[in-house]
């Protein structure tokens, strides 16, 4: 497999040559990501010269409305949909909220929601709030000890009555990764739909959504090296199925019956530049051109191999340590790279004491309060969380390293 070029990525980003951000190492990427260059500069020229309403005759507008187009597009073909599938919202967990909203009325005779305690809020409480409206909520409950979801549980949960599990790709704690692949069949073969958080996840690549087979998928462009919004695909099938959200004039639009708001037009076209900046990536590596999903498969490889060469030192450095415990695997194996560490009261002083040492990182609950619960953890102290992406270097490894071998 080709080695990511971690210069010429670097080079993609304008934070790391700023003086706020250089000579620092981020470990904080779970939260959001730097934007890239292409985006940025999309950005700009948006405000600066498409900067009123889409798509009408005159030049400035149908420029805009183009690149808003030139970005579902881009980005529909990286997860190899179609265009007419991705929605553009303010963020992910608005994004869910109308879904449950739109998942209120549905004419089911279903009424089960099933969620879990490994996900983000942002993916579980908009659902849980349904059982307000008569539906019941089921809870796919993670191991106390290890923070996993065992699909095994999952099924003892599925009848007849399942209309929706909503569970996350990848926790944003124990960084697990969930097999989605057989968990969407496992739930579709009795007949139920599944929304499928990726947030956690879409940092580390973008993913085949045709191979996975969810009926929702979610995730943030602020996390993908973009701006913030949310993106969410919904499948034909239930978009027909689902209660309009929209004005009602755009009833038989499929792209507009979850927007209830007007779309942030500058945002969206800067989107185009996260598709820019995965294709640029891909280039400088390989001299082939080729078609979308295969770009975004070889570049998906290159980073995670880069993040997964990157983990294996963090962990050495840790696993064997008395005086905190890693949240989940302290194996590199099925897991991103995003590494919770319980160290009680001393996790916000350490995180304070880090930032000194120019490694910025941060400690809390991360909205995922239900699984630190369920792990046992004081959510007056929360966790220290170390999280990083394809961007991060072996130096800024290595500079965690020796700052937690002084802190810890």
């Known amino acids: ?188 073969n009795v007949g139920a739909f599944t929304c499928v958080d990726g947030v956690s996840y879409a940092p580390h690549g973008f993913s085949d959504l045709e191979d996975l087979a969810p009926d929702i998928y979610l995730f943030s462009t602020y996390k993908t090296y973009g701006t913030h919004l949310g993106v969410m695909y919904i499948s034909d099938e239930l978009n027909k199925n689902l209660e309009n959200q929209g004005h009602y004039f755009n009833e038989a639009s499929p792209l507009a019956r979850f927007t209830p708001a007007g779309p942030d037009h500058a945002q969206i076209a800067a989107s185009a530049g996260i598709v820019d900046y995965i294709h640029d990536v891909h280039t400088h590596h390989f001299d082939q051109s080729s078609n979308s999903r295969v770009v975004a498969r070889r570049v998906h490889e290159m980073q995670r191999k880069h993040e997964t060469k990157l983990l294996e030192p963090l962990l050495d450095s840790l696993r064997n340590r008395t005086d905190l415990r890693i949240l989940g695997s302290n194996s590199v194996d099925g897991r991103v790279p995003t590494v919770a560490l319980d160290i009680k009261e001393r996790g916000k002083q350490i995180a304070k004491n880090l930032a000194q040492d120019g490694i910025m990182a941060d400690c809390g609950d991360f909205y995922a309060v239900r699984l630190l619960e369920a792990l046992g953890v004081d959510l007056n102290h929360g966790v220290l969380r170390l999280s990083f992406v394809h961007y991060t270097s072996e130096q800024d490894v290595e500079n965690l390293i020796k700052s937690l071998a002084k802190n810890l």
């Not at 597009?73 to 449950?100: C, D, E, M, R």
């Not at 209120?104 to 305690?117: A, F, H, P, Y």
């Not at 007849?160 to 990848?170: D, G, K, Q, R, S």
Request: charge should be neutral; charged fraction near 20%.
């Open 1 to 188: 497999m080709t080695e990511l070029n971690i210069d010429f990525v670097r080079s993609q980003f304008p934070a790391f040559r700023v003086p706020e951000l250089a000579e620092k190492s981020f470990f904080e990427n779970a939260g959001g990501s730097f934007a890239a260059g292409a985006v940025i500069s999309r950005l700009n020229r948006f405000y600066t010269s498409r900067k009123v309403q889409p798509y009408a005759s005159y030049e400035a507008s149908s420029l805009g409305g183009q690149e808003m187009d030139e970005a579902r597009k881009g980005l529909a073909a990286l997860l190899s949909i179609a265009p007419s599938t991705l929605h553009f919202g303010p963020s992910t967990s608005q994004n869910t909220y109308v879904l449950a909203q739109a998942f209120k009325n549905m004419n089911s005779k279903r009424n089960v929601v099933i969620v879990t305690n490994q996900d983000h809020e942002a993916n579980s409480g908009s659902w849980r709030r349904l059982e307000r409206s008569g539906f019941e909520i089921k809870e796919w409950k993670v191991n106390s000890d290890t923070g996993s979801l065992n699909v095994n549980d999952l099924k003892d949960l599925l009848d007849e009555n399942v209309l929706l599990l909503a569970f996350p790709h990848c926790s944003n704690i124990v960084g697990e990764i969930n097999p989605v692949k057989e968990v969407c069949k496992v739930v579709r």
